[in-house]
């Protein structure tokens, strides 16, 4: 048959001479191609009302997301990230890692990933100086990405951080390179707004819903692409809410609400926690001496007029002050320097700046405190 003739062909052919028309009917043109490539002499003609216009339906990208919460630059913690990113990489074919940096420091990353010296990466590491990541272990465990994960994809979906030296940095780049009014430069600009206003307003809310939008944008270009992502773990809760004042659910709780059973989240903050005693003292309680495992010093700087805190465990205590009055002072599990179990009896020693100390001893009853947190409460001693 000839082209010409052919009436969705036809149809086809002006709409293309016709740009705007095109756009408007365009699923209305698949619509009819389909019809006519699949109509035959032999089988009845569809003649159903067909309605005028199309509604696109948005479906949102079908990958799974498997999130790791973290406390910042812990290399055990990094450790564990990194076997599981690579478990992900080489058996499941993952290569987008998303990560709780700013979209433009994931894109230097990436531009470091391809190139063959450290240059990037070391001037990365420096801005980062006085944050939470400025460990030497941070650069050890990028650096095993590349070596051993090298076709690894950053996605940064944190507010611009660093906007005056990575993000000033990247924006020359993209310059230089003849890159702007592209989406990465717009995406870098919008990272840095996000990042001023965030810091002028020391908004959390604000930041948690940005985090979540930049995530959904970066997640919605990969279709049906698996990924990974390290956050803190205060994002990365399903059922969360933010840490700051409880107000709105946490990025991963928002996420779960969009994409439902395709998201995926481990806390593996605790590792951190996951420690020794450094020596065993001994602490009389009730008129009774017991081994007081030590776990150390806390620093209060800024806290009041403290100066520090010191934590023991008393050894096989709970038994005998169990039953001890309590007292309407409690300490959540996440403000301890090790891991907490039910039955476990605490000693905390509170330092001023002028050297007083003060004495607390407390209890692990497996009871909730405020906004379901796991805390341990403070007794008083016998008469």
């Not at 052919?6 to 009917?25: E, G, S, Y």
Request: aromatic content about 14%.
């Amino acid at each position: 048959m000839n082209d010409n003739h052919h009436p969705c062909l036809a149809k086809a052919k002006t709409l293309l001479a016709h740009p705007v028309l095109l756009i408007l009917t365009i699923a209305l043109v698949i619509g009819s191609l389909t019809a006519c490539n699949n109509s035959s002499a032999d089988m009845p003609v569809n003649r159903s009302p067909q309605p005028t216009q199309d509604t696109p339906v948005v479906t949102p990208a079908s990958g799974s997301i498997y999130l790791y919460g973290e406390a910042h630059g812990v290399d055990k913690i990094m450790d564990k990230e990194f076997e599981w990113w690579s478990e992900y990489y080489h058996t499941k074919g993952m290569r987008h890692l998303f990560v709780e940096l700013s979209y433009f420091t994931a894109e230097f990353l990436n531009l470091w990933m391809q190139s063959d010296n450290d240059d990037i990466l070391e001037e990365i590491y420096e801005d980062w100086e006085g944050t939470q990541i400025h460990t030497p272990y941070t650069k050890t465990f990028y650096r095993k990405i590349k070596s051993e994960c090298p076709e690894t994809i950053f996605h940064g979906t944190d507010i611009g951080h660093q906007e005056d030296t990575t993000g000033s940095r990247f924006l020359s780049y993209l310059d230089v390179h003849d890159l702007i009014g592209s989406e990465e430069y717009h995406l870098t600009k919008e990272a840095i707004e996000q990042g001023r206003y965030y810091y002028s307003k020391d908004d959390e809310v604000y930041r948690e819903n940005k985090m979540t939008e930049n995530f959904i944008r970066e997640f919605e270009k990969l279709g049906s692409e698996n990924v990974m992502g390290i956050y803190g773990s205060a994002h990365t809760a399903l059922d969360g809410m933010v840490y700051s004042n409880q107000s709105i659910p946490s990025m991963a709780n928002q996420l779960q609400k969009y994409y439902g059973d395709n998201i995926y989240s481990e806390d593996l903050s605790w590792i951190a926690k996951d420690i020794e005693s450094s020596r065993v003292d001994s602490i009389t309680l009730q008129g009774k001496e017991y081994p007081a495992s030590y776990f150390g010093k806390q620093d209060l700087t800024g806290f009041k007029d403290y100066a520090y805190r010191e934590f023991w465990r008393l050894e096989d205590a709970y038994e005998d002050v169990k039953g001890l009055p309590l007292a309407d002072n409690y300490l959540p599990y996440s403000e301890y320097p090790m891991l907490i179990d039910t039955g476990q009896v605490f000693a905390i020693t509170y330092t001023r700046t002028d050297g007083s100390v003060e004495s607390e001893y407390h209890l692990s009853n497996g009871k909730l405190w405020e906004e379901g947190m796991y805390a341990t409460q403070q007794f008083k001693e016998a008469d």
